[in-house]
């Protein structure tokens, strides 16, 4: 595994890579997690989620794009990652996009 020290990508409507966690990020940086794989799975969405934070470094964030078929993140992703890291991470919802997904920040401490 190799780490990225690239600014971070904030815009989602881009090409993105197959998986986003192919390398540990060293920088804040944004998952995209509502292409159309993810409108038809909100548990690869959870999953995704997970593995985004578990791939970025103390001291940043990631911001989490998920996709708005699944409506509010607050319904299933807040309580997976409260699960998962517990007190090592705090988030925030940040906006809806106009595309209709939202972004979730997640803060690594």
Known sequence: MTTD????????DQETP??????VHD??????LELPRHA????LV?????????????????NLV?????????TYLYDALAA????????EYVERCGCGGHVTRVYVE
């Open 5 to 12: 020290s690239r600014p971070a990508d904030h815009g989602h």
């Open 18 to 23: 197959d998986s986003a966690t192919d390398r």
């Open 27 to 32: 920088t804040s940086w944004s998952a995209n």
């Open 40 to 43: 038809a799975d909100r548990d």
């Open 46 to 62: 959870v999953a995704e989620a997970v593995a985004a934070v578990e791939h970025t470094t103390a001291g940043h964030h990631v």
């Open 66 to 74: 998920t996709h708005g078929d699944h409506g509010h993140p607050e």
């Open 84 to 91: 998962r890291f517990g007190e090592d991470v705090a988030y």
